[in-house]
């Protein structure tokens, strides 16, 4: 039974930086894509950031780039979102995600694509 469990989020100021964490049972990293999607009331959910473990390949909404670094820790099998620079607009819940199915995907970023989730951290920037 696969289960992802997050955690690191909270509340910071503008200009900012928090460090998310997803840890993952039952499931192996090697070989498929995770990552980082988040959500607002009445708004889809929105990929920030995406790796494919195979390549090292990420992938990273515009409005995040530069700013957010995705990374995981195979050993510990541990998905990282390293976010810098927060602003306002990044106050979400934030989610981490896995696909469970092999091979290339041509649309990393949509949430529609991953089929495990873990219960979300709420990460609220103020101004």
């Known amino acids: 039974q696969v289960q992802l469990v997050e955690s690191g989020g909270g509340s910071v100021q503008a200009g900012g930086s928090l460090r998310l964490s997803c840890a993952a049972s039952?499931?192996?990293?090697?070989?498929?894509?995770l990552g980082w999607f988040r959500q607002t009331p009445g708004k889809e959910r929105e990929g920030v950031a995406v790796?494919?473990?195979?390549?090292?390949?990420?992938y990273y909404a515009d409005s995040v780039k530069g700013r957010f670094t995705i990374s995981r820790d195979n050993a510990k099998n541990t998905l990282y979102l390293q976010m810098n620079s927060l602003k306002p607009e990044d106050t979400a819940m934030y989610y981490c995600?896995?696909?469970?199915?092999?091979?290339?995907?041509?649309?990393?970023?949509?949430?529609?694509?991953?089929?495990?989730w873990g219960q979300g951290t709420l990460v609220t920037v103020s101004s």
């Open positions: 995600a896995a696909r469970s199915a092999f091979g290339r995907i041509s649309r990393a970023l949509g949430h529609y694509n991953y089929n495990y």
């Open positions: 790796i494919y473990t195979r390549t090292g390949d990420t």
């Open positions: 039952g499931y192996t990293f090697s070989s498929n894509y």
